[in-house]
């Protein structure tokens, strides 16, 4: 087996030795999986409910989650290239992603699902301050002095930027307007 990346089959360089592309089969079907995903969700952007002018205060429904998805979309499509960039500069990706995902990592996963489940009933200020609280501890911060004002000041900012500047509502959730 080969040590150097670059030696494996289809990973070689050119004909007079210059680096040839290289993409990655994996993040090619992930990207693959990613952007036919998005377009079903853009498509389905087609069909929300649109705003009279006379009414819409800023974007329609639909714009934000369009600007979303074509963002990602971008980013699928540049993840096959990363394998390039990597062994360009020595890193194989096998080598990388042969480890499991860590558990912290599927805690993670859990803790998101559950604040997008609990955004609805308990309100969007409520549960972000309750994610920005649970994923500092959950990773293993216990500096008081930073979680503080993280759980504080970051939850108001983001309503704040999203309510006031784009317009976006969020959920009330059983909190209704005492905080919004």
Same mark, same amino acid.
């Given at each position: 087996?080969?040590?150097?990346?670059?030696? #494996?089959?289809?990973? +070689?360089?050119?004909?007079? +030795?210059?680096?040839?592309? #290289?993409?990655?089969?994996?993040?090619?079907? %992930?990207?693959?999986? %990613?952007?036919?995903?998005? $377009?079903?969700?853009?498509?389905?952007?087609?069909?929300?409910?649109?705003?009279?002018?006379?009414?819409?205060?800023? %974007?329609?429904?639909?714009?934000?989650? #369009?600007?979303? *998805?074509?963002?990602?979309?971008? @980013?699928?499509?540049?993840?096959? @290239?990363?394998?390039?960039?990597?062994?360009?500069?020595?890193?194989?990706?096998?080598?990388?992603?042969?480890?499991?995902?860590? +558990?912290?990592?599927?805690?993670?996963? %859990? $803790?998101?699902? *559950? @604040?997008?489940?609990?955004?609805?009933?308990?309100? $969007?200020?409520?549960? *972000?301050?309750?994610?920005?609280?649970?994923?500092?501890?959950?990773?293993?911060?216990? #500096?008081?002095?930073?979680?503080?004002?993280?759980? *504080?000041?970051?939850?108001?900012?983001?309503?704040?930027?999203? $309510?006031?500047?784009?317009?976006?509502?969020?959920?009330?959730?059983?909190? +209704?307007?005492? @905080?919004?």
């Amino acid at each position: 087996m080969p040590s150097d990346p670059s030696d #494996r089959a289809g990973h +070689g360089g050119g004909a007079n +030795g210059a680096s040839a592309l #290289r993409v990655h089969p994996v993040d090619v079907v %992930v990207s693959g999986v %990613v952007l036919v995903l998005c $377009a079903l969700l853009y498509w389905r952007t087609f069909y929300f409910d649109e705003v009279p002018s006379s009414l819409a205060q800023n %974007v329609q429904p639909a714009t934000f989650p #369009r600007l979303v *998805l074509i963002c990602t979309m971008v @980013f699928a499509l540049i993840l096959p @290239f990363e394998q390039h960039r990597k062994l360009a500069r020595g890193i194989d990706l096998d080598a990388e992603r042969s480890e499991a995902l860590p +558990g912290i990592t599927w805690a993670t996963m %859990v $803790a998101l699902l *559950l @604040f997008v489940a609990a955004l609805p009933t308990l309100g $969007a200020l409520p549960a *972000l301050a309750l994610i920005t609280l649970l994923l500092p501890l959950l990773w293993g911060e216990r #500096r008081w002095k930073i979680i503080i004002p993280y759980v *504080l000041l970051f939850p108001i900012s983001i309503l704040f930027l999203f $309510a006031e500047v784009l317009e976006v509502t969020f959920p009330r959730g059983l909190t +209704g307007g005492i @905080f919004y």
